[in-house]
């Protein structure tokens, strides 16, 4: 006889991180220990619109990690008469309203507390203190504004992972150690569309969920680490008239850019299959670096082409300058030695057209825009030349430090 399926204690005791519109969402787990499989309820939703996992959706210990991230217990909403334990640098999940009604949930940092003079309504307390807040991400991320009590809710730490995840992520990690010929991407979008009805409902951690007519996607190809699809055993000499795998870095990228995003850009515009690394970055650095593998001498050219025109730049939507670093170098340069379902990812660019994001694009010299990022580029190139200089300066001195204790011993 089979062990009952686990759930989360408290029935809706914990919020969950969506990756397609960044928001928080009060969730429930239920854990199926003979499915191996957890599925994630909504508050407010129905059965239909619930998440299923499974461990073959995740690659590496780093997407479980990611996806480990994206659970936190349910934050404690700010009440009128604690207003004064909310403090500067205090992280908080606040409600947003991008277009002035649908309103979602957003971590944010408290800049500032505005106090003033509370009043009593019908024998309550009401607070009418003003909080001042930096989002730390959604669409107004790195924005200040100003909310009421009634939009702050407390983040409560991690003190101990929910059962009914921690069993599912022990699962997945002991497939991964077992390793496997294929895995499909760790978000996979007909898994992840719950349906909006007409409405709003607010749940008891002081979440919304604004609901109408359109349909939106908890879930959607940003969790696809294309760069990390596995893997046929293959010869980099596979064909013999092109001639192997080459790299290229680019820099200069917008932190949070997915790998598929890097991969759906270069197909759109050149109809070459790529993979894309996405290097961590130190949080001081105000961009990410990525490394790109094409299949064939070719398809490296006309990559090179797309991202080092001198007709033109690729650009994202904030206007960042993509620069290449360094090219026409083989795949042992970079220490990437895995080989990537090219018929996978085809298959996935079909199926995912209609959820593309145009997060790059390309701007020609005559556009404002260009011109501007033509600048930044510039100044971007000084810079690693001047860190080059640096790094070669680093490089003589450890050599004479070195020679120094080798000769006195």
């Excluded at 479980?64 to 500067?88: G, I, M, N, T």
């Amino acid at each position: 006889m089979s062990a009952p399926p686990l759930n989360s204690a408290g029935g809706y005791n914990l919020e969950f991180h969506a990756p397609s519109d960044d928001a928080w969402y009060s969730v429930r787990a239920i854990f199926n220990g003979k499915k191996k499989e957890l599925t994630v309820k909504f508050e407010n939703f129905g059965d239909g619109e619930d998440l299923v996992f499974k461990p073959d959706r995740f690659v590496t210990a780093c997407d479980l990690e990611e996806f480990e991230a994206r659970f936190r217990p349910v934050s404690h909403q700010l009440q009128d008469w604690e207003c004064r334990e909310a403090k500067k640098g205090m992280l908080v999940c606040v409600s947003h309203s991008a277009d002035g009604l649908d309103n979602r949930f957003y971590d944010a940092t408290i800049e500032e507390v505005i106090h003033k003079d509370h009043s009593v309504v019908n024998g309550e307390e009401v607070c009418s203190c003003a909080f001042v807040v930096v989002w730390k991400h959604g669409p107004a991320k790195h924005l200040l504004h100003r909310k009421k009590i009634e939009s702050i809710c407390i983040v409560q730490s991690v003190s101990e992972l929910d059962p009914a995840v921690a069993s599912f992520l022990e699962v997945a990690r002991q497939e991964i150690e077992g390793g496997a010929c294929f895995k499909a991407p760790p978000f996979s979008t007909h898994e992840f569309s719950p349906g909006e009805r007409k409405g709003s409902q607010r749940s008891a951690s002081g979440m919304w969920f604004m609901q109408g007519d359109d349909e939106f996607k908890v879930g959607t190809q940003e969790g696809l680490d294309v760069g990390e699809l596995p893997l046929l055993e293959t010869s980099d000499d596979d064909d013999p008239h092109m001639g192997g795998r080459y790299a290229l870095l680019v820099d200069n990228l917008e932190k949070g850019i997915s790998p598929s995003e890097i991969v759906q850009f270069i197909h759109r515009e050149t109809s070459v299959l790529v993979e894309a690394h996405i290097s961590s970055s130190f949080f001081y650095e105000t961009c990410t670096k990525a490394a790109i593998v094409v299949d064939s001498k070719r398809n490296f050219h006309e990559v090179c082409n797309l991202l080092d025109s001198p007709d033109h730049l690729v650009i994202s939507q904030t206007g960042r300058p993509l620069v290449i670093t360094e090219k026409s170098l083989p795949l042992s340069t970079y220490r990437i030695t895995t080989q990537t379902n090219y018929t996978q990812i085809r298959k996935w660019l079909h199926g995912s057209k209609e959820q593309e994001k145009h997060v790059l694009r390309i701007a020609t010299p005559a556009l404002e825009e260009y011109r501007r990022a033509k600048q930044l580029k510039d100044l971007l190139t000084e810079f690693a030349s001047h860190q080059k200089c640096l790094f070669q300066t680093l490089s003589k001195k450890e050599n004479e430090i070195k020679q120094h204790f080798s000769s006195a011993m």
